[in-house]
């Protein structure tokens, strides 16, 4: 058999989940010698010494003046057989997925409720177009096993691969009583601001405590006027965009997660690895939420508070949910996954019939966990944004409701 053509589209390499993603799933797939590797990525002018690392073998072609023609072009000029896609495009979405000579996987990156609570008319037009597309790559059990399968889409379920080796990470010791938060703070729905704002309560009782922000630090006028209003300037500090967060690491005993929505959520999984406690806000549908977390349901301030001060004063409380967040991490194994990849890529490039029997090997969760997040998440929607205060259960399971809720055009 010759080698199969695969191609990755992702707009760069550095500076966010997807791009270590991108290169993660790479360089892992570059181990079988099999495939032939291709990655586009848009041209910026200029080389980033912050990219990750990308195995040599793989062939990269840089898109100038990138549009969606422009790569569909490309994917075609190199004879791709098989096109991972990554980017939430309606639009992109339904070209590739009319397309006869190219095969796409469409890899998600967010979930559904990202598109409630960001955009919802993004909401209606991506998840429309995903109708029509027959490779889906989806990150959450409770969208594969359940949400999509009511919707009439068709996706199979993946983790993530995983930034650290569990076996060779030392764990931090968790004696420094300090909280970190990493991603990009000009994101208004990773709530960056809830983090901060608890500061103000947890010095309170925990005066030494130091919060390290860990993001590129533009645009974040807003996050620094609640840092000089609260007088936490001692307290909270950003130390900019670095590739390489485990040298923070060592001296942090607490991870404050605030992010209104995640799919996989790989800060979380990297800090779990270094057994680092986490407060997180509501995620319990992502796949590696149990183990070492406090998962609150609600948005205030002093309930993340009180629980991060719970930890921080606590050392046997807080050594038990370290350890308990580095045993959670044993269900993920990149080799395993790597696997599952090769038997996905394979099965699009045989036919149809192939991916739907991959599709049906997937153990799903249980109708009674998929029945406790649903309820936890609508009582979320509905407190989060009142345009979904008349939303039930039944209501998210019918596609077609949820494709005509009336909302403001401020919202969309």
Not at 279 to 293: A, E, H, R
Not at 325 to 339: F, G, P, V, W
């Amino acid at each position: 058999m010759n080698k199969i053509r695969v191609g990755v589209f992702s707009y760069f390499l550095s500076n966010g989940g997807r791009s270590r993603i991108t290169t993660l799933l790479l360089n892992y797939l570059s181990k079988v010698n099999m495939f032939n590797l291709y990655l586009f990525t848009k041209y910026y002018g200029f080389e980033n010494e912050s990219e990750y690392y990308l195995e040599d073998s793989i062939k990269r072609k840089y898109i100038r003046n990138y549009t969606i023609k422009k790569l569909a072009k490309e994917v075609r000029k190199k004879k791709i057989d098989i096109l991972i896609f990554q980017h939430s495009n309606s639009k992109d979405i339904k070209l590739f997925s009319k397309s006869n000579d190219i095969k796409v996987i469409f890899y998600q990156h967010q979930s559904f409720f990202y598109w409630l609570y960001n955009n919802y008319q993004y909401f209606k037009n991506i998840y429309e177009a995903y109708h029509s597309a027959k490779y889906i790559v989806s990150l959450i059990h409770l969208e594969n096993d359940y949400i999509f399968r009511k919707w009439g889409i068709e996706s199979i379920f993946m983790n993530n691969f995983i930034s650290y080796n569990l076996k060779r990470v030392i764990p931090s010791d968790l004696s420094h009583k300090n909280i970190i938060m990493i991603g990009r703070a000009d994101n208004k729905l990773k709530r960056f601001n809830l983090g901060i704002s608890s500061m103000e309560y947890i010095i309170q009782e925990v005066p030494e405590c130091e919060m390290k922000i860990l993001s590129q630090i533009e645009n974040i006028t807003d996050l620094l006027q609640i840092i000089d209003v609260l007088n936490l300037k001692n307290n909270v500090k950003f130390y900019g965009y670095t590739s390489s967060p485990e040298i923070f690491f060592k001296k942090v005993s607490l991870h404050i997660f605030p992010s209104v929505s995640e799919s996989f959520g790989l800060v979380l999984c990297e800090t779990k690895i270094y057994g680092i406690p986490s407060i997180i806000l509501g995620l319990d549908y992502i796949s590696i939420y149990k183990g070492g977390t406090i998962n609150i349901y609600d948005d205030r301030v002093e309930t993340i508070a009180n629980e991060a001060i719970k930890i921080l004063i606590n050392d046997k409380y807080r050594k038990t949910l370290g350890k308990s967040a580095r045993k959670s991490m044993q269900i993920l194994d990149n080799e395993l996954l790597l696997k599952k990849w090769i038997k996905l890529i394979l099965s699009v490039y045989f036919g149809n019939n192939y991916y739907q029997k991959l599709r049906e090997e997937d153990k799903k969760i249980s109708e009674n966990e998929v029945n406790k997040i649903l309820y936890n998440q609508v009582n979320l929607l509905k407190m989060r944004n009142s345009i979904y205060s008349n939303v039930t259960i039944n209501n998210i399971n019918n596609f077609t409701y949820m494709d005509n809720i009336e909302v403001p055009d401020y919202f969309n």
